[in-house]
């Protein structure tokens, strides 16, 4: 059996209008969660890793990893960067460290990607008991 | 059936004031102005995720439980603690903050509020090096070129560039828009034409090919109002810009060292910098020279990533440099409609505009250590209250899973992930919707913000929220000390 295509990134992370109005309409929402709990990629990079528009991909760092869904990005070319809305999905892979100031790494943190067809991208409750057991 | 006019936005911190309500059985069922974000917030005011009642954790569920006792529980986990966390505040009113900072000093706690997680290191930055800066309104009437860096407002402040710079009619300046429209015609057009040969050509031949690319053509030297985007990202707001450059993730540092060589008329021994060709750089920097009045945002682009507060350094001492050329401003875009105004009130009464620690007796500020997410990390608070924002989303997940031990006490109108792991959860009234109060816009003009409709019944603003369980807070340590 071959090798799993993995691919080296460079994971952002920020706002969308999406999430935007997701997070007005309520955070447990349908709308809020199908809003951030994706990875926006450029399509070449897709191509390379062999993963379609939806496709559940897992974001791994070095302080976690997290099963999204792959998007096709809209704002490519940006090869090598990937981008997650603001969110608890994406909160759970960047890196915490404030480096004495107060700030954590929410952008350019370094990453890998992988196609994960099987794992299921969890929702927001799963999400929570996973990482807290409450909730 | 009532028309509300003139309400202002409590969004994000552009803070639109000229929004219209239309308003029907004591519910808003029309909003007019607003983008996307305003509508879904004002329309959604008595969604299905308002809290309605207070909620206490009881054998891991939360549970319905009166005002009253949600209060007295609040006031007990704080009087109770020895190092509870303080954090929120960039999303209710000033009035509701100053209780909190009360509240704060009154139980010897660390104060926080979420320009930590976002424009922090500006405000180190400015502290050091000092800002120019001005109001939005002299930006719209007199800008003549805008930079966008490491923002986009199209997504965060959907319309910052319509009311405040490059599409806004000012006195002096233009609006830009027209050329915007004929650009967009333009490529719908262009790409018509691309369409019809891959139809009538099936394999494209490649002089085709080569004649069909866009022609460069600066429109950097344009007439009128110029827009420039600087992003690792073609974002929508870079779609919109006459030019767009697009820098490598974490090199924005060295491209605003560059830029400041320029404008000094140094010559860059390299070919590119950030991956960005030097000749780019120079047309840019012609403009930035060669404009009457400049204005530069940024935005979490700059603080968030690689040198973090060096990055703004660098941008507040271009602009610095750019001032000995012509008049040049800088600004950062604030994300929560009053996280200005968060470090405002917080700076009035303690001295410093965030990261707080109380645990003295005095003020100390020293972000690293007294900053939230710090002194989560290091796992030291034992208690916490969250005030209108929703760290347990918005924190990293190694910050958030301390909170979450933490007893957390959690005031807010909607069923935010933190709410959904706290064990004490108190509703309030939605600040500039169903309360009134006061704001700063991102360019620190306070803003009277409207109770347009009624709150649900028996739902406290956050303010009054505060006071009770600051009173509540008085009365258990005045009879600890009494016992004593």
Redesign the interface.
């Known amino acids: 059996m071959g090798e799993k295509p993995k691919l080296k990134v460079?994971l952002?992370t920020?706002?969308?209008?999406e999430q935007?109005?997701g997070?007005?309409?309520?955070?447990?929402?349908k709308e809020y969660a199908e809003s951030v709990s994706i990875c926006y990629m450029d399509p070449e990079d897709m191509k390379k890793l062999g993963v379609k528009d939806g496709t559940n991909i897992q974001v791994s760092t070095a302080?976690?990893s997290v099963v999204v869904k792959a998007k096709k990005?809209l704002?490519?070319?940006?090869p090598s960067?990937i981008?997650i809305p603001?969110?608890?999905w994406a909160?759970?892979?960047?890196?915490?460290?404030?480096?004495?100031?107060?700030?954590?790494?929410?952008?350019?943190v370094p990453a890998t990607v992988e196609p994960a067809p099987d794992k299921p991208v969890l929702g927001?409750?799963e999400l929570?008991k996973q990482?807290?057991r409450?909730? | 059936m009532q028309v509300v006019k003139a309400v202002t936005c409590p969004v994000c911190g552009s803070l639109c004031d000229d929004i219209e309500l239309t308003v029907e059985n004591g519910q808003i069922v029309k909003v007019k102005n607003g983008c996307a974000m305003c509508e879904a917030k004002f329309l959604g005011h008595r969604g299905e995720h308002r809290i309605l009642k207070p909620l206490i954790r009881k054998n891991g569920e939360l549970v319905e439980t009166t005002l009253e006792e949600a209060v007295k529980r609040a006031a007990e986990i704080l009087a109770g603690a020895n190092y509870p966390v303080l954090y929120g505040w960039s999303s209710t009113s000033c009035e509701a903050t100053s209780v909190g900072i009360e509240l704060a000093e009154e139980v010897g706690g660390v104060i926080d509020n979420t320009a930590v997680v976002c424009h922090g290191p500006s405000l180190l930055s400015v502290q050091d090096v000092g800002i120019s800066s001005c109001t939005l309104g002299q930006i719209r009437h007199r800008a003549d070129l805008i930079i966008y860096w490491g923002c986009d407002p199209w997504s965060a402040h959907p319309r910052h560039i319509e009311r405040y710079t490059a599409f806004s009619e000012g006195r002096f300046e233009k609006s830009a828009w027209r050329n915007y429209v004929a650009k967009i015609k333009a490529l719908v057009g262009r790409k018509k034409i691309q369409s019809t040969v891959k139809r009538l050509v099936l394999k494209k031949p490649p002089e085709i090919k080569a004649r069909l690319e866009p022609t460069f053509i600066p429109s950097i030297m344009k007439e009128g109002r110029k827009l420039i985007v600087i992003d690792v990202r073609r974002t929508k707001t870079a779609e919109m810009a006459d030019f767009f450059v697009q820098v490598e993730p974490n090199k924005d540092y060295e491209l605003l060292q560059a830029f400041r060589a320029l404008i000094r008329d140094q010559e860059l021994e390299v070919d590119s910098v950030a991956g960005v060709p030097v000749q780019y750089l120079e047309e840019v920097a012609d403009a930035m020279v060669n404009c009457d009045f400049g204005a530069l945002f940024f935005g979490l682009g700059l603080t968030m990533s690689g040198a973090k507060l060096r990055n703004i350094d660098a941008a507040l001492s271009l602009v610095r440099d750019l001032n000995m050329r012509t008049k040049f401003i800088i600004m950062p875009m604030r994300g929560h409609f009053n996280v200005t105004g968060a470090n405002t009130v917080f700076t009035w009464q303690t001295g410093y505009p965030y990261a707080v620690d109380f645990s003295l007796g005095y003020p100390r500020y020293n972000p690293g250590e007294t900053s939230v997410v710090d002194v989560l990390l290091r796992g030291e608070s034992d208690a916490a209250l969250i005030v209108a924002s929703d760290p347990v989303s918005n924190f990293p997940r190694k910050a958030a899973e301390h909170l979450v031990k933490n007893p957390l006490i959690y005031i807010g109108p909607h069923m935010d992930v933190t709410a959904q792991v706290a064990d004490v959860v108190i509703p309030s009234a939605l600040v500039g919707v169903e309360a009134s109060g006061t704001a700063y816009r991102m360019d620190h003009v306070p803003i009277p913000l409207k109770k347009v409709v009624d709150p649900p019944k028996g739902v406290l603003p956050d303010e009054e929220i505060l006071t009770r369980i600051l009173a509540e807070v008085r009365k258990i340590k005045s009879e600890k000390a009494e016992a004593a």
């Not at chain 1, 915490?96 to 100031?101: N, R, S, Y």
């Open positions: 460079t952002l920020g706002r969308t209008i935007g109005v997070k007005e309409l309520g955070k447990a929402t302080f976690g990005s704002r490519a070319p940006h960067v981008y603001y969110g608890p909160n759970a892979i960047v890196n915490p460290e404030t480096h004495g100031i107060g700030m954590p790494s929410f952008k350019g927001l409750e929570l990482q807290f409450k909730g």
